[in-house]
């Protein structure tokens, strides 16, 4: 995609999350379908989830954290925290956070946006190994070994 870094794929990431955040605010078209505490506790626990492995993984990062999938020039590659069980747990983490505002505000627009924004970063992650790969010469190997992509015990 366009940019030196990856540009494109980061503004398109956040006109997707930001697009999932005003349509929540706005509750464009709500429809309630589950309107339970069960459905409140589910959307809040996908939240909350969301924001527990985004802030592991960027606090693993340290200094080699950046939104772009170009690897900066002095960054190595991570296995530690929750990278040792997904390859791409801020991208996880961001997925759960949309389906979990999804649930909480029980809207079919948002729900929709939240699966565009998983497609997104599928694309996104895979366009990123690429570059780790050819960055990192064991890539292949922790990703071999490191088979979930997104979420632990999930995908």
């Known amino acids: ?11 398109a990431q956040f006109c997707v999350f930001g697009a999932i955040a005003l349509a929540a605010i706005l509750r464009l078209w709500p429809v309630r379908a589950i309107e339970s505490w069960a459905a409140d506790a ?4 996908l939240v909350a989830g969301g924001l527990a492995l985004i802030g592991l993984a960027w606090r693993a990062l340290g200094p080699s954290f950046t939104p772009y999938p170009v690897p900066l ?3 190595s590659l ?9 390859r791409h ?14 649930v909480l ?10 699966a565009g924004l998983v497609i997104l970063l599928w694309a996104k992650a895979t366009a990123e190994e ?15 070994q490191v088979r979930r992509r997104f979420v632990p015990l999930v995908v």
């Open 73 to 75: 020039p002095e960054a």
């Open 1 to 11: 995609m366009a940019g030196e870094r990856g540009e494109a794929w980061v503004i």
């Open 89 to 102: 747990p801020i991208y996880g983490g961001l997925m759960l956070v949309a389906f979990g505002v999804g």
């Open 105 to 114: 505000v029980a809207d079919w627009l948002v729900l929709g946006l939240a």
């Open 42 to 45: 589910i959307g809040v626990a």
């Open 78 to 86: 991570t296995v530690k925290g929750p990278y040792r069980w997904v």
């Open 130 to 144: 690429r570059y780790l790969a050819g960055r990192y010469g064991d890539y292949a190997t922790y990703a071999a």
